[in-house]
């Protein structure tokens, strides 16, 4: 099983849409979680951490679920500048051990 | 802050030839992270350092990959010779460690024919 499982996509998603997506990760030792955000040849940029409580910046909402192992994000009123590729982020240990990401879900919004 | 700076940003060069790859990570960073990445493997982490000191290399792929960091503020990714397998985009990343996730470079887009 790999570490950290994406579904690739693509989303194809209508403007204004609400869209979701999850990460899946197999090291229940996992503690810190981070959504990432990588347009085309382009680096990738941290779209928001994940805590355990859940968080929500703006119209972006991140939730963990530490029993089931994943994590998920909801994008609300989906504007076509959130077209990207979305890569999910675990690190096992304390710092910056085992930072390890998953290979990403494709999101397009279509107006 | 210029950010995490990588150079160049692209490079073309022949099989067997040798390879350099720099990154000047930002001031305060105590972790600095290679990674490459393709479309088949996505992101894969070769090695990172902490305070200047390499603390995991196993992502490396052979010994024709190394990597130094003489100082805090530079560092360099090492390929010879290189292979048309070695194909990729090479982001440096760096972060302090806390729970704020880590900042990549533009990347360099490697070529090997």
């Known amino acids: 099983r790999k570490e950290v499982e994406q579904d690739p996509g693509p989303f194809n998603v209508p403007e204004g849409a609400t869209v979701a997506f999850n990460c899946t990760y197999s090291?229940?030792?996992?503690?810190?979680f981070f959504w990432y955000r990588q347009d085309c040849r382009k680096e990738p940029k941290l779209l928001m951490s994940?805590?355990?409580s859940g968080n929500e910046d703006g119209r972006f909402t991140a939730q963990l679920n530490r029993a089931s192992q994943y994590i998920s994000l909801l994008i609300r009123d989906s504007k076509l500048s959130d077209s990207a590729t979305y890569l999910c982020?675990?690190?096992?240990?304390?710092?910056?051990?085992?930072?390890?990401f998953g290979k990403g879900t494709h999101l397009i919004i279509q107006p | 802050d210029a950010g995490v700076i990588q150079s160049p940003r692209h490079e073309v060069t022949e099989m067997g030839q040798e390879v350099t790859l720099r990154c000047k990570p930002i001031?305060?960073?105590?972790?600095l992270f290679w990674y490459r990445q393709t479309m088949m493997r996505g992101l894969e982490l070769l090695i990172y350092?902490?305070?200047?000191?390499?603390?995991?290399d196993s992502g490396m792929p052979e010994d024709r990959f190394s990597a130094k960091m003489p100082n805090a503020s530079f560092s360099t990714l090492k390929i010879q010779p290189s292979e048309p397998r070695d194909s990729a985009v090479y982001f440096c990343?760096?972060?302090?460690?806390?729970?704020?996730?880590?900042?990549f470079g533009s990347g360099t887009r490697l070529t090997v024919v």
């Open positions: 982020v675990v690190t096992s240990g304390g710092g910056a051990d085992g930072l390890t």
């Open positions: 090291n229940s030792a996992s503690q810190s």
């Open positions: 001031s305060g960073h105590d972790y």
């Open positions: 990343a760096g972060g302090d460690g806390s729970n704020y996730g880590y900042t």
């Open positions: 350092f902490n305070n200047n000191v390499p603390i995991d």
């Open positions: 994940v805590y355990s």
